[in-house]
Structure formats: structure tokens, C-alpha cells
């Protein structure tokens, strides 16, 4: 099955920095790659998502960039702000197989004013 | 758009005693929905997978005569946690598969406390 490993477990940044978070997945048929974020007692939400047939998308201030060759996936926050801080989960999945999400370990971002 | 809610949010109960939870997708029509469990500091923990007319598949190491499912109607879901006891208690999260996108859409949470 697949597996989904998550890096690093905890990051602080300075208020306007960027972070940066990086997932590898294992199984190479998967091809959907959503990023939650969870806000402390909250369930996920959705902050962005690619799939396998580009190599970046964008969202304002978010970005997430996928290389399938390499099998690993990431998350750039950009000018990063204090209400950033939260747990963020990458997931992969492979679309025809039940649509069961494997997420990874989770990272918790801390964003210092 | 794509919002899903529970109900309740939060429960405490005593040990022995069953407790229902709800999954509804509020505006759109889900015919996959999964629930996890998720502890203090840890990651989402598949548990089931529920789909609308039929029987759940549950993951390995969980117990289906313990936590029951049931997908009545394509938007709502129920995991009963039958005979709960401390160990039971956790954060319990369901999620909603959108089919034009196939998306999942997770909803707020329940937190369980079993005495």
C-alpha cells in the first residue's frame, strides 16, 4: 500500500518568512496530492491540492509543487503569518483504489510575530 | 461550498454507555464517506470506509461490532460507538468524498470522553 513520510514534524518561522514542508510517497500509481490544514480541536480543511499531470500550482500565498519522478510533493507558505500556525497534513491517493487518503505524519508550523 | 458537518462536536459519557455520531455533507451528495480517529499530537487514522447502500469496510484492527456504521442516505452518516470505554475516548472525524472533483471534504470533529 501506499506510504506517505512527512518532513519536518515541527517548523517555526518568523512572522514574513516562508515555510516549507516536504511529503515522499511510495506508490508511484498515486496521482491526487491534497494539503489540509488543522487548526488546534478543528477538523482538516483543504488548503490546496495537485494532481499528477502538473508540476505546480499556486494560490495566493500558497504553493504546492510535485515531482513524480522523485515521488515527493511540498508546501510553500509565503510572508507566513501568525494565523498560519497550525498542523498541516499532506495526503496522497490513488484515485481508482477506493479513494482511501494516506496521510502523512503531519507538520506543526509555528508562526512567531 | 463542499461543507460537512457534525453533530455533536463534543461528547462525555459514561463507560459502558453507546454514543452516535452524525456525518452530514450539507450541500452536496456523497456516496463514499470515511471516519477517522485521530489522537493527541498523531496523524488521521483511517478507521471505515462508508458507502451510501451498503456495508462499511472497515481497516484492520478495527472493530466492526464496536463501532458501527451506517450510510443511510447520501449525505448522512452515523458511527455508533457502541459500549465506549476510556480508550475509546479520541477526536473522531469524518470526511465526505465530492464526486465531480473527488475531493474529500472533512468535517469539524467530535470529541469523545468516556469516563
Known amino acids: 500500500g501506499e506510504n506517505v513520510e512527512q518532513h519536518p514534524s515541527t517548523l517555526s518561522v518568523q512572522e514574513g518568512d516562508s515555510a516549507v514542508i516536504k511529503c515522499t510517497y511510495s506508490d508511484s500509481a498515486s496521482n491526487y496530492f491534497p494539503w489540509y490544514k488543522q487548526e488546534l480541536g478543528k477538523g482538516p480543511q483543504l488548503i490546496i491540492d495537485?494532481?499528477?499531470?502538473?508540476g505546480e500550482k499556486k494560490d495566493q500565498r500558497i504553493a504546492v509543487t510535485l515531482n513524480k519522478t522523485a515521488k515527493h510533493f511540498s508546501l510553500h507558505i509565503t510572508e507566513t503569518q501568525p494565523e498560519d500556525s497550525a498542523v498541516y497534513f499532506c495526503?496522497?491517493?490513488?484515485?481508482?483504489?477506493?479513494?482511501?487518503?494516506?496521510f502523512g505524519g503531519g507538520t506543526r508550523l509555528m508562526v512567531k510575530p | 461550498g463542499a461543507v460537512v458537518s457534525q453533530h455533536p462536536s463534543w461528547v462525555i459519557c459514561k463507560s459502558g454507555t453507546s454514543v452516535k455520531i452524525e456525518c452530514r455533507s450539507l450541500d452536496f451528495q456523497a456516496t463514499t464517506m470515511f471516519w477517522y480517529r485521530q489522537f493527541p499530537k498523531q496523524s488521521l487514522m483511517l478507521m471505515a470506509t462508508?458507502?451510501?447502500?451498503?456495508?462499511?469496510?472497515?481497516e484492520q484492527g478495527v472493530e466492526k461490532d464496536k463501532f458501527l456504521i451506517n450510510h443511510a442516505s447520501l449525505t448522512l452518516s452515523t458511527l455508533t460507538v457502541t459500549s465506549a470505554h476510556p480508550e475509546d475516548s479520541s477526536f473522531y472525524i469524518c470526511?465526505?468524498?465530492?464526486?465531480?472533483?473527488?475531493?474529500?471534504?472533512f468535517g469539524p470533529g467530535t470529541r469523545l470522553t468516556v469516563l
Open positions: 470526511s465526505a468524498r465530492l464526486v465531480s472533483t473527488d475531493t474529500q471534504y
Open positions: 462508508s458507502n451510501e447502500g451498503s456495508k462499511a469496510t472497515y
Open positions: 495526503a496522497a491517493i490513488y484515485n481508482n483504489a477506493g479513494n482511501m487518503l494516506t
Open positions: 495537485i494532481r499528477s499531470n502538473v
